[in-house]
């Protein structure tokens, strides 16, 4: 009894200098650990007389609760003064001056392409796109433009080593829409196409909206109402005066440009759906009857209609930016102007 007397005075003297915790982890492997002086005492039980071991095993278990309740206190006391000792070395300084964060805008050609997909997605469209490089039959052959066509030269269009190209425009995902699906198609196509332009209205790469629909019975007036639905939801006006004039493209007939009303008068810009002026907005028309045999379709069954423009002059229109070049210029005092 006088060695448990003398073992918790040995630990209590150990436990007062302690002053981290490894110290602390070092007692416990000493007093408690399978070789410490517990268990050394424990050994003693079998050579006791029988009526002194309960006494002696209860001395050694009051003795282990006595370093095991310390130890834990302890440990606790350590632990709170190095959290607490942690945090006063990380505090932050508030007196700092704040960053200097500037609030993002939305790129104009980015929202252009967000509202053609909602708006045509309220008009029933589903919206599709495919490869930007492509063979010459999707981007020209099966659309019906011929082989003297000014198109297909080097000067307007660009050509890949081994026969194919980058897409003119984002018709060659109409050809292929159409072969992989059978009819009814009501598509449109958003996406980046390429063509050896440059200058103030023209890019090298731009981006073009297309839209199709193929089913029975499609007429010229159903495109008419298309197009008057979709440009007047897009410039945001309640009516917006459309005018078709007759056109000519080798993978519609009819063909017909499609103009918009507006007004000229003021150089600072264009004001959209008023005054005595016309601007020209993209070009349409009913589907030509070799596009439809060349994908499959039996023109005597189905019609349809086609458009496409150039999502830049969509945006160039409707938010007055005089020069398509700018959109590419990464100034990000262009973006805080036209951004929204």
């Given at each position: 009894?006088?060695?448990l007397a003398t073992l918790k005075e040995s630990f209590s003297?150990?436990?007062?200098?302690?002053?981290?915790?490894?110290?602390?982890?070092?007692?416990?492997?000493?007093?408690?650990?399978?070789?410490?002086?517990?268990?050394?005492?424990?050994?003693?039980?079998?050579?006791?007389?029988?009526?002194?071991?309960?006494?002696?095993?209860?001395?050694?278990?009051?003795?282990?609760?006595?370093?095991?309740?310390?130890?834990?206190?302890?440990?606790?006391?350590?632990?709170?003064?190095?959290?607490?000792?942690?945090?006063d070395s990380e505090t932050i300084d508030i007196t700092l001056?704040?960053?200097?964060?500037?609030?993002?805008?939305?790129?104009?050609?980015?929202?252009?392409?967000?509202?053609?997909?909602?708006?045509?997605?309220?008009?029933?469209?589903?919206?599709?796109?495919?490869?930007?490089?492509?063979?010459?039959?999707?981007?020209?052959?099966?659309?019906?433009?011929?082989?003297?066509?000014?198109?297909?030269?080097?000067?307007?269009?660009?050509?890949?080593?081994?026969?194919?190209?980058?897409?003119?425009?984002?018709?060659?995902?109409?050809?292929?829409?159409?072969?992989?699906?059978?009819?009814?198609?009501?598509?449109?196509?958003?996406?980046?196409?390429?063509?050896?332009?440059?200058?103030?209205?023209?890019?090298?790469?731009?981006?073009?909206?297309?839209?199709?629909?193929?089913?029975?019975?499609?007429?010229?007036?159903?495109?008419?109402?298309?197009?008057?639905?979709?440009?007047?939801?897009?410039?945001?006006?309640?009516?917006?005066?459309?005018?078709?004039?007759?056109?000519?493209?080798?993978?519609?007939?009819?063909?017909?440009?499609?103009?918009?009303?507006?007004?000229?008068?003021?150089?600072?810009?264009?004001?959209?759906?008023?005054?005595?002026?016309?601007?020209?907005?993209?070009?349409?028309?009913?589907?030509?009857?070799?596009?439809?045999?060349?994908v499959g379709v039996d023109p005597e069954v189905y019609q349809?209609?086609?458009?496409?423009?150039?999502?830049?002059?969509?945006?160039?229109?409707?938010?007055?930016?005089?020069?398509?070049?700018?959109?590419?210029?990464?100034?990000?005092?262009?973006?805080?102007?036209?951004?929204?």
């Open positions: 009894m006088a060695n003297e150990k436990l007062e200098s302690a002053s981290n915790l490894k110290d602390l982890d070092a007692l416990k492997i000493e007093f408690l650990g399978k070789n410490g002086h517990i268990q050394e005492q424990m050994k003693k039980i079998s050579v006791l007389a029988p009526d002194e071991r309960k006494a002696f095993g209860a001395e050694i278990n009051e003795a282990k609760e006595f370093i095991s309740t310390a130890l834990e206190h302890k440990t606790r006391l350590l632990q709170t003064l190095v959290l607490q000792q942690k945090l001056p704040p960053y200097n964060y500037q609030a993002g805008k939305i790129h104009p050609l980015s929202q252009s392409i967000l509202e053609l997909k909602d708006i045509f997605s309220r008009l029933g469209f589903l919206s599709v796109d495919g490869p930007e490089i492509d063979d010459d039959w999707h981007n020209f052959t099966a659309l019906n433009i011929p082989e003297h066509h000014p198109a297909r030269q080097n000067h307007d269009t660009f050509y890949i080593e081994g026969g194919n190209l980058l897409r003119t425009h984002t018709s060659n995902m109409q050809i292929r829409h159409m072969m992989a699906n059978k009819p009814p198609f009501r598509i449109i196509t958003l996406g980046k196409t390429y063509r050896a332009d440059d200058d103030a209205t023209h890019t090298p790469m731009f981006h073009q909206l297309e839209g199709l629909y193929i089913d029975k019975g499609i007429t010229m007036a159903h495109l008419k109402g298309c197009l008057e639905s979709f440009l007047s939801m897009f410039f945001g006006l309640k009516e917006l005066p459309v005018r078709f004039r007759p056109s000519f493209f080798p993978f519609t007939e009819p063909s017909a440009e499609v103009d918009i009303r507006c007004d000229r008068s003021s150089k600072a810009e264009i004001k959209i759906g008023e005054g005595n002026d016309w601007v020209e907005i993209l070009g349409s028309g009913m589907v030509h009857p070799n596009v439809l045999k060349n349809g209609f086609a458009f496409g423009c150039g999502i830049e002059r969509l945006a160039m229109l409707k938010y007055n930016i005089p020069d398509l070049r700018t959109f590419y210029a990464g100034d990000i005092r262009w973006l805080k102007h036209y951004g929204i």
